[in-house]
């Protein structure tokens, strides 16, 4: 930096506007400032490029040789900068336009068509795009900017994450296999994890049960063994089934995933698994904002 102070918006919008109109009048009423203040300002910029940038007369204003390079140079470059911010403003201001939406599991999946039905009777200038994600993938998804929105257990930690109102609320039950000794209680608790293999799969169980670099313990102290990893939702079934472990669930799971080889038994001392909308705090546009308000209003009225 040389230490000059940079050019003003305001100034080159008046040199291009007198480089249009070749007229003082005219250029101050185009400005909505006065004619004196328009001279005023091309003065400023004159002494800055230490030459004259108009010749006038009393009855004419032209440019002069630095000054038609000048405006010939500054002319597209302002054009691109003043297309790159409305560009801007559109898409953090507009709704129209594409909005990709991903969602974990079919009581989401359900929700998610609802509410796009509501949005889009809102916002028909807007396509939405559905996808449905493992659990393994919806977060890298998200963050590789592959995924606007994503609907997936609530909360979902990281600076870098927001996360919208709770869509759906479920009591959580255990998948357990169908000749376990849990599968003929009425429920469980979640101390009886201790006496089982919990089966392990990402983004799927409370930070109390998966908090890194710390064995997983009950409330009451007692570790909780861990078993195999899946990466999709019917991998697990299919391990709980087999008799490899147990897994955490919501009540949908009852819903829409029943089978002979797995039992659906409710905890009786969990919070409820809620549901709702996560996005990147970096990416909240309008057209996400816009998105997670018709999701809330379908939840408020029509809950899967």
Not at 51 to 58: I, K, Q
Request: charged share 25%; hydrophobic share 45%; with cysteine.
């Amino acid at each position: 930096m040389d230490g000059r102070p940079a050019v003003e918006r305001y100034e080159i919008e008046a040199f291009l506007a007198l480089a249009e109109e070749l007229h003082f009048g005219r250029t101050a009423v185009r400005l909505r400032i006065t004619t004196a203040r328009v001279s005023q300002i091309i003065g400023k910029l004159e002494r800055r490029v230490g030459a004259p940038l108009f010749e006038r007369t009393s009855r004419t204003v032209a440019l002069t040789p630095i000054g038609r390079r000048l405006h010939e140079e500054l002319r597209p470059a302002f054009e691109r900068v003043e297309a790159a911010f409305a560009g801007a403003v559109a898409a953090g201001r507009g709704v129209g336009g594409r909005l990709r939406v991903g969602f974990v599991g079919a009581a989401a999946g359900q929700l998610l068509v609802r509410a796009t039905d509501r949005f889009s009777a809102r916002h028909p200038e807007c396509e939405v795009d559905i996808h449905e994600v493992q659990m393994g993938e919806a977060l890298e998804r998200l963050r590789a900017d592959r995924l606007d929105v994503l609907i997936a257990c609530l909360p979902l930690s990281g600076a870098d994450l927001a996360n919208g109102p709770v869509l759906l609320s479920e009591p959580r039950m255990l998948a357990v296999p169908a000749g376990h000794e849990l599968a003929a209680r009425t429920s469980v608790s979640v101390e009886d994890l201790a006496r089982t293999e919990l089966l392990r799969a990402p983004c799927s169980l409370p930070d109390h049960w998966r908090e890194p670099g710390s064995p997983r313990l009950t409330p009451a102290g007692r570790p909780i063994p861990v078993g195999r990893s899946a990466a999709t939702f019917q991998e697990i079934l299919t391990l709980v089934g087999a008799g490899l472990g147990v897994f955490p669930v919501g009540a949908h799971a009852v819903r829409f995933h029943a089978r002979p080889d797995v039992a659906f038994v409710p905890f009786h001392d969990t919070p409820p698994l809620e549901w709702g909308p996560v996005w990147r705090a970096s990416r909240a546009t309008a057209r996400v904002r816009a998105f997670a308000e018709s999701a809330a209003d379908t939840a408020r009225t029509a809950m899967p």
